[in-house]
Nanobody, 115 residues
Framework: QVQLVESGGGLVQTGGSLTLSCAAS????????MDWYRQAPGKQRELVAA???????NYAASVKGRFTVSRDNAKNTVHLQMNSLKPEDTAVYYC?????????WGQGTQVTVSS
């Protein structure tokens, strides 16, 4: 059983920064790719950033250059540093991993960017 718990969301002004964290249970953390998704009201959930077990990263075009995903395998945590935030970044952010055949999701953390 894997549990993912996000933290670090909040309200920030345009141009501000936030860091989200995801704490994962289970010893499989170090061998799994981890992702951050977000879902804005009325929109589909979208992939924001991904990091492989080796530390390779990928980003959605809309956040590239502003967001940075990182992981600490010793602490079973993954982080999402978000800079230069825009109102369109407002969403619930979810931590995710896939361990066949199950998708594991955290409960989500709200990020609100005011204009």
């Amino acid at each position: 059983q894997v549990q993912l718990v996000e933290s670090g969301g909040g309200l920030v002004q345009t141009g501000g920064s936030l860091t989200l964290s995801c704490a994962a249970s289970g010893s499989i953390f170090s061998i799994n790719a981890m992702d951050w998704y977000r879902q804005a009201p009325g929109k589909q959930r979208e992939l924001v950033a991904a990091i492989s077990n080796a530390g390779s990263t990928n980003y959605a075009a809309s956040v590239k250059g502003r967001f940075t995903v990182s992981r600490d395998n010793a602490k079973n945590t993954v982080h999402l540093q978000m800079n230069s935030l825009k109102p369109e970044d407002t969403a619930v952010y979810y931590c995710h991993t896939f361990i066949w055949p199950i998708n594991y999701w955290g409960q989500g953390t709200q990020v609100t960017v005011s204009s």
